[in-house]
């Protein structure tokens, strides 16, 4: 079965600073990639999504990420990040079902 | 375009009764997934249904059921609640496996 490991349990990142949420995953043949944002109270949000092609996907919110399979990462990044993107963020690999991180907790500070 | 809605969105119940959440996927999705999420492990996979028929079943106990109606509208039911259900329970719905899930707000369920 496939699955991620989300290497950073919090991130505490300062307003307009760039952040990298570290995520690897176990090899397979066939690999969907995603990310999801929770804010609190909410259900999860897709980020955005690797199924195939270019390694390097953008999201919403400015965020980016960039499949490498020799090194089997999917890291999650922004160049400068608000008070609002304070949330959990999770990355997720999907074969059949999604097999979730344990999630990271980006704290923003003005 | 209307999005995955859940109801309720908070529930209390005692142990040993039993409970019921409904989840509506987004118009055109016929892949509704429902996932348990809790503070000690983390986001957990409990099933998923397509086309009235469950595919695929996570690692809980029998007392967790669901199913699908033909308008492609889920429930989930728990019964013999336990002090361990208490979670956020959360749908999600897709066109078919392997494409990107939306998920609704979730269902907050407490056990007292």
């Known amino acids: 079965a496939q699955s991620v490991t989300q290497l950073d349990s919090q991130v505490p990142v300062f307003e307009e600073a760039p952040v990298e949420l570290r995520c690897n995953y176990s090899s397979s043949v066939s690999v969907y990639l995603f990310w999801y944002v929770q804010y609190p109270n909410q259900g999860l949000q897709l980020l955005l999504k690797y199924l195939s092609g270019s390694t390097l996907v953008k999201g919403i919110n400015g965020f980016e990420a960039e499949f490498n399979k020799s090194q089997t990462s999917f890291h999650l990044r922004k160049p400068s990040v608000h008070i609002s993107d304070t949330a959990e963020y999770f990355c997720a690999t999907n074969d059949y079902k999604l097999s979730f991180g344990a999630g990271t907790t980006v704290t923003v500070r003005a | 375009k209307a999005g995955v809605t859940q109801t309720p969105r908070y529930l209390i119940k005692t142990r040993g009764q039993q409970v019921t959440l409904s989840c509506s996927p987004i118009s055109g999705h016929r892949s509704v997934s429902w996932y348990q999420q809790t503070p000690g492990q983390g986001l957990q996979f409990l099933f998923e249904?397509?086309?009235?028929?469950?595919?695929n079943k996570g690692n809980f106990p029998g007392r967790f059921s669901g199913r699908q109606f033909s308008n492609s509208r889920s429930e989930m039911n728990v019964s013999t609640l336990e002090l361990g259900d208490s979670a956020l329970y959360l749908c999600?719905?897709?066109?078919?496996?392997?494409?990107?899930?939306?998920f609704g707000d979730g269902t907050r369920l407490s056990i007292l």
């Open positions: 999600a719905s897709s066109l078919d496996a392997n494409q990107p899930q939306h």
């Open positions: 249904y397509f086309s009235e028929t469950q595919r």
